[in-house]
């Protein structure tokens, strides 16, 4: 029997009136992949994603998330995969701790998981000084590692993150990644973008979009040998330069 991908596309689209923001794009994501979505603002990355988290409607094409079609159930993906943005997706407003139990709370989780469950990342963390301090008082990095603890803390098949180490440190930027190791050797698939091309070296495949559509698709390794390049940030340049769109 054929293995159920933890994405799939064909010939995903998406118009917004005579504007082909994406054009026809086709990929599968292997269950417990790195997968790098890359592109230049204004490539269709966001839009892309946008539709693959349930949020946006394809105007056409096929596209199924964690074995869910993202036409007929988008409601049943938002509610089976985490998300993660740049904004942290976390309530500055709220402690640490409430934070965990306000999002178990949102995935239907049960007291005595959210309970276990908070317990662990605050020990895993090293947070349990801080667990009854508001969000908006901690530092960056601490505020983005528990942003990706609460992304899967409903442990979801799938999570997404759309530039999730944005305005942090190397050193931080390192530590987040050993957390998305640990989740995909837990076989949590991760589909990331980002604009750090030496963060595209992490991932296990990576895409480039260009002007709506995917113009590579391979390991890292793969694009540096095709493009002759020695780095990803050589292999995105070439890429990017070929762009016609203006940035969004």
Request: hydrophobic share 40%.
């Amino acid at each position: 029997m054929r293995e159920v991908k933890a994405i799939t596309t064909n010939k995903l689209t998406k118009q917004f009136g005579d504007f082909t923001a994406v054009d026809a794009i086709s990929f599968e994501v292997n269950k417990g992949e790195i997968f790098g979505f890359l592109g230049a603002n204004g490539a269709g990355k966001t839009t892309a994603m946008r539709m693959l988290c349930g949020l946006s409607l394809p105007t056409s094409g096929e596209a199924t998330v964690a074995g869910l079609d993202v036409y007929k159930e988008n409601e049943k993906i938002k509610r089976s995969i985490g998300y993660m943005s740049q904004k942290f997706s976390l309530y500055d407003d709220l402690t640490v701790k409430e934070n965990m139990q306000f999002y178990g709370g949102i995935y239907g989780k049960s007291n005595a998981f959210i309970k276990e469950k908070t317990a662990f990342i605050l020990d895993h963390l090293h947070l349990q000084k801080e667990a009854n301090a508001l969000v908006k008082s901690l530092p960056l990095g601490w505020k983005q590692k528990l942003a990706f603890s609460v992304a899967v803390f409903h442990e979801p098949e799938i999570v997404f993150l759309d530039e999730p180490t944005g305005g942090v440190d190397p050193v931080t930027r390192r530590e987040f990644w050993n957390m998305i190791y640990t989740a995909a050797a837990n076989g949590t698939t991760v589909f990331v973008t980002t604009h750090y091309m030496d963060e595209a070296e992490y991932c296990d495949r990576v895409s480039i979009m260009v002007d709506g559509r995917i113009d590579a698709l391979d390991t890292p390794k793969g694009l540096k040998e095709k493009y002759n390049a020695s780095s990803m940030d050589e292999v995105f340049l070439q890429l990017a330069r070929k762009a016609t769109r203006a940035a969004d």
